[in-house]
T-cell receptor, first 111, second 113 residues
Framework: DVKVTQSSRYLVKRTGEKVFLECVQDMDHENMFWYRQDPGLGLRLIYF???????EKGDIPEGYSVSREKKERFSLILESASTNQTSMYLCASSLWQNGYTFGSGTRLTVV | GQNIDQPTEMTATEGAIVQINCTYQTSGFNGLFWYQQHAGEAPTFLSY????GLEEKGRFSSFLSRSKGYSYLLLKELQMKDSASYLC??????????????FGKGTKLSVIP
């Protein structure tokens, strides 16, 4: 089975801090994605990557950046965390024609 | 733009059948997915439709009509453990030859004894 691992399950950060969320997959998938999930809003795509060093903006990229230096690792960066970025962050990976496999999520609280 | 609609909540009785509908309007279409998500957990893959018709997988079936922009997930012989949110998602082409998956807001299903 594909495994997608997110580095932290729970995270508390202060406003203005730089935050790194890490995601690693072990099945050589080309595509990796970062979503955030909020009550009443569902899953919203922040950024995705279809190859090493390639990235595309999703629906809500503002306030975020990403890095994909190696195929297995996709990092989400909050340059200056704000309270409205408190959310559940989900990483996913896929092959081109397959469904997504999600990590277990990181619940980020910005205080 | 992408627009995916599904009911917010549904309640059904253990042992019964429930149908969760999903309608979509997207720029491009390359398949429709259903995911199950239990509270506090990550979504898990249930089904995938790219051609019109019914796909059956045990107690779960999913139907697609591309001309109508419509899908449904059918759950038979409901069990208490089926209480979860069910997410409809549409894959569509994005820039540079890649694809992205856009999710509906999810339908929270409560199964009652």
């Amino acid at each position: 089975d594909v495994k997608v691992t997110q580095s932290s399950r729970y995270l508390v950060k202060r406003t203005g801090e730089k935050v790194f969320l890490e995601c690693v997959q072990d099945m050589d998938h080309e595509n990796m994605f970062w979503y955030r999930q909020d009550p009443g809003l569902g899953l919203r795509l922040i950024y995705f990557s279809y190859d090493v060093k390639m990235k595309e903006k999703g629906d809500i990229p503002e306030g975020y950046s990403v890095s994909r230096e190696k195929k297995e690792r996709f990092s989400l960066i909050l340059e200056s965390a704000s309270t409205n970025q408190t959310s559940m962050y989900l990483c996913a990976s896929s092959l081109w024609q397959n469904g997504y496999t999600f990590g277990s999520g990181t619940r980020l609280t910005v205080v | 733009g992408q627009n995916i609609d599904q009911p917010t909540e549904m309640t059904a009785t253990e042992g019964a059948i429930v149908q969760i509908n999903c309608t979509y309007q997207t720029s491009g279409f390359n398949g429709l997915f259903w995911y199950q998500q239990h509270a506090g957990e990550a979504p898990t893959f249930l089904s995938y439709n790219v051609l019109d018709g019914l796909e059956e997988k045990g107690r779960f079936s999913s139907f697609l009509s591309r001309s109508k922009g419509y899908s449904y997930l059918l759950l038979k012989e409901l069990q208490m453990k089926d209480s979860a949110s069910y997410l409809c998602a549409v894959r569509s082409p994005s820039g540079a030859g890649s694809y992205q998956l856009t999710f509906g807001k999810g339908t929270k299903l409560s199964v009652i004894p």
